[in-house]
């Protein structure tokens, strides 16, 4: 009886470390009815960067959040100034780039890739896995990328504003 307590101890301690585990992790939730996956936009000013050449241009990415919290990017487009018209981004319905909340305020966006089309300065850069911030102010939902890095050479800042409202847990 003695070894079957100690059993139910562990065990306790056990459920007790993975609820603790598990309540550290941040998600999304999204708007949608008991969590159902829901179209989102994200739309705000942007500068990519590459072989230390800036162009401001403004971010308008599309995509749905999962009921698990993940942001599947099928959609990336740069606009403004013909310069940014020539950057296309990779995303699409069927090489989403993958997000998730990976702590409290923190974002990775996994298979982020831009193909800069300009003569000088031109070319594929990434795919990547960038980090970036999260922001739930209670009413509204904001994506930061601070001169994220890419493999090729390039770099995105980002402040997008998504619609609709999406709710960051820790």
Known sequence: MHGMSKFASAGACALAWMASSMAGAATITPPGAGGAAIPFSAVGP???SKGGVDVDCNAVFSGTVDGAGNILITSAAFKGIPVCRMIK???SASAPWV???TGLNQLSIDGV???VNTPILGGQCGPSQVAGTIGDS???T???LSAAPLAGGCAISATLGTTPYM???P
């Open 46 to 48: 942007s500068t990519v």
């Open 89 to 91: 981004a990779s995303a």
């Open 99 to 101: 997000g998730k909340v």
């Open 113 to 115: 890739m831009v193909n």
């Open 138 to 140: 209670g009413s509204e």
């Open 142 to 144: 904001t994506i930061g």
């Open 167 to 169: 709710h960051v847990t």
